[in-house]
């Protein structure tokens, strides 16, 4: 198995198990934890979709935000992670949405948050969000450390719910 598998094999091993289903929304990880979940032979049973919502406009348009839905939210926090996790389990109609947001770098966000801050949400049986801060600037470094933060989250919350 590549690379990209092995980091969702856990993951995708206990939502085939279980068979439990999970949609994707990620903005500065670039669509490589939706990667990893695919690269694992058997997606089909459990991946229903995902999007890369890198700006409002794919926010509005795959998540179905509306504007009124974020008054005193900010991005790249963890209650507006929580926030897509729940709007994806929602749209997709999944048992679970998984959601990242933050700034890959090489600079931070318009937001004021360095490069390598990244907010990750687990919504499902089992809620939970996390912040990341890699203290470093190097753009593809920080999305992998954005995936493996991704998937150690959502691994402890499909343990929990067993």
Request: hydrophobic letters at 40%.
């Amino acid at each position: 198995m590549s690379g990209l598998g092995e980091r969702a094999l856990d993951a995708a091993t206990l939502l085939k198990d279980r068979a439990e289903t999970i949609g994707v929304s990620e903005s500065s990880g670039g669509g490589l934890i939706s990667a990893c979940l695919l690269a694992v032979p058997g997606a089909s049973a459990y991946f229903i979709g995902g999007a890369v919502t890198y700006t409002r406009t794919s926010h509005k348009a795959f998540l179905r935000v509306p504007d009124e839905a974020l008054t005193n939210i900010r991005s790249s926090t963890e209650e507006y992670a929580l926030l897509n996790a729940r709007s994806v389990r929602k749209a997709l109609g999944t048992t679970w949405g998984f959601a990242e947001t933050g700034a890959s770098g090489p600079t931070g966000n318009r937001y004021g948050d360095a490069a390598g801050h990244t907010c990750i949400a687990v919504s499902g049986p089992v809620e939970r969000s996390i912040t990341l801060e890699t203290g470093e600037s190097d753009r593809e470094a920080n999305m992998w450390a954005f995936v493996e933060a991704a998937f150690g989250l959502l691994e402890e919350c499909l343990r929990e719910a067993a």
